[in-house]
């Protein structure tokens, strides 16, 4: 097995044209024959397949190997993209719009997918340095491209790189593109079997930052209140120069930065996991805001399309959950008024309040799955969120999560609060009062083995609780079998008789299950203890 593993190996060799993963696999080649066990191990891992192309595009840890992120396989993925394309639309002069980040190797990715498209007969226009992922997503239809790439990890941890693909109407890739790409891509075995150019695509001018920077402030009211005093930091990521660009043009003061996170840096050396809803992540902001009396913290991932805010409380600063930041930007687009059609839309692991909130307004909901590919293509959506700190908040502009305009967004509600004496915090308890507390929680089994997720989810279908916390379950839906309202997806519902409802799902990017947790009540302490209850049933449910 190991001597047809080290040929599958150094055939792999032959066709890599990065000399720095070619070193790389050659060292564990030599390791492999020479008996080492660690090694052997190692490349059987690198050789377990192909990384695979999906809705949420590529996403691995960057190293050698079909099963890593790297050069051969970004080039046959862009290869696998651009035929599709020309197929699709019976063409060969399609044109892909391409962004990156600062992670490692991001701009060899976007070079390599341009190279490929001119390649093959196409346009490619590469964004003119780092910047945002919503500023790509923009950039598709702004720019009339036909397809839009984005080489991110998002908040995945350093070692990590990503492929996203958005198609011509700005939205991410939903089935069937996926498996249309990637049967594309098989196409293309090697990268010996693509035509590279050496030149002839467009480095986009740096004006076209101001064009995305033009739509988005027009979010926010230009007469609506600024004063707010807030502290930003970018996580590592390529959003603090956008990010305050954007308030500097909406006119807000300008946000104090945390300064040892506000530069790009791969390493992400601050924090032990680069995403905003991880313990500790945004402890330099909190411990800043404290020291310079802000009113408001707003971090963004490394790719700025999430945002996270938080806010002072009696008993110090405290992270809001993005359930309730998608509340307060719907409860402030419903004061403002939402033009007749408009649709509010969240995704089905999200609060239910949105629902509540719209209905009481006049205002259409829509249910979706899991990810901003849904989402965005909601008919007629005017706001969009899900509790993973993603929010679409204009998506005539942004068709996807966008952290900057949403930040924009939530800044002028506090300064609007503010200017009246109150505050977020407010608006949560006046929401409370009248809709009632909607309390949310959620938490992960992480797992290096993912048959061990398959193990849990047969488990929970062969053996389904009929009481939890002390409460009859009223209601399971496998959402594996689809439905009128929702396509299939891998995951159980579950619906108590007061209520409650639990979710739980693979992560589609991560290694890990997650379980989604909500009650209602008008007693907010009675709402809270039933969650602390049923989160403690499902743990022990969902342990491996």
């Avoid at 707010?228 to 390529?238: D, E, M």
């Avoid at 305050?244 to 390493?267: H, L």
Wanted: glycine residues 8%; proline residues 6%; negative net charge.
């Amino acid at each position: 097995m190991s001597a047809e593993l080290v040929r599958e190996a150094r055939a792999w060799l032959t066709d890599d044209p990065d000399d720095q993963t070619r070193s790389e696999l050659e060292s564990v080649i030599t390791a492999t024959e020479s008996g080492d066990a660690a090694a052997l191990e190692d490349l059987q891992d690198r050789f377990s397949g192909l990384l695979e192309f999906g809705t949420a595009g590529l996403r691995g840890a960057l190293g050698a190997g079909p099963a890593r992120m790297n050069r051969v396989v970004v080039i046959r993925a862009a290869a696998g993209l651009t035929a599709y394309l020309q197929d699709k639309l019976g063409k060969r002069d399609i044109t892909v719009v391409i962004g990156y980040d600062a992670r490692r190797n991001s701009d060899v990715f976007a070079r390599d997918t341009a190279a490929v498209a001119v390649g093959a007969g196409g346009r490619a226009m590469i964004l003119p340095h780092t910047l945002p992922t919503p500023v790509l997503a923009f950039m598709i239809r702004h720019l009339g491209a036909d397809a839009g790439v984005m080489v991110t990890a998002s908040h995945n941890p350093p070692q990590d790189n990503g492929y996203k693909v958005y198609l011509g109407d700005g939205s991410q890739i939903v089935a069937p593109a996926d498996a249309e790409i990637s049967a594309a891509i098989s196409r293309f075995p090697r990268v010996a079997d693509v035509q590279l150019a050496d030149d002839g695509w467009e480095t986009l001018p740096d004006e076209v930052v101001d064009d995305y920077l033009d739509a988005v402030t027009r979010v926010i009211r230009p007469d609506g209140p600024r004063d707010i005093k807030i502290v930003h930091t970018a996580l590592h990521g390529v959003g603090s120069a956008v990010f305050r660009a954007a308030f500097d043009r909406a006119g807000f003061p300008a946000p104090e930065s945390v300064a040892d996170q506000a530069e790009p840096d791969p390493a992400f050396p601050t924090v032990s996991f680069p995403n905003p809803e991880e313990p500790g992540a945004i402890d330099h902001a909190l411990a800043l805001a404290e020291r310079s009396g802000a009113d408001l913290v707003i971090a963004n991932d490394p790719d700025a399309d999430r945002c996270a805010v938080a806010v002072p409380r009696a008993h110090g600063w405290e992270m809001l959950r993005g359930d309730e930041v998608g509340a307060l930007i719907g409860a402030y687009l419903l004061e403002r008024g939402v033009a007749p059609g408009g649709v509010f839309a969240n995704s089905i692991v999200s609060s239910r309040l949105l629902a509540a909130t719209a209905r009481r307004h006049g205002v259409p909901h829509a249910e979706t799955l899991t990810g901003f590919k849904w989402i965005s293509r909601v008919p007629g959506l005017v706001y969009g969120y899900e509790e993973a700190l993603g929010y679409c908040v204009d998506p005539a502009a942004v068709r996807d999560k966008d952290g900057i305009s949403a930040a924009l967004l939530i800044a002028e509600f506090a300064a609007d609060r503010k200017a009246q004496g109150s505050s977020l915090d407010g608006v949560l308890a006046e929401l409370a009062a009248t809709y009632g507390t909607y309390a949310t929680d959620s938490f992960s089994v992480r797992v290096e083995d993912l048959t061990i997720i398959d193990a849990i989810m047969a488990r929970l279908r062969a053996d389904q609780p009929e009481i939890v916390a002390g409460q009859l379950v009223s209601r399971v839906d496998d959402l594996a079998e689809g439905s009128a309202a929702l396509p299939p997806t891998e995951g159980l519902r579950y619906f108590l008789e007061d209520d409650t409802r639990i979710i739980v799902r693979p992560s589609g990017t991560e290694p890990k299950l997650k379980i989604y947790l909500e009650t209602i009540d008008a007693d907010p302490d009675v709402a809270r203890g039933r969650l602390a209850d049923v989160r403690a049933e499902f743990e022990r449910l969902t342990t491996p």
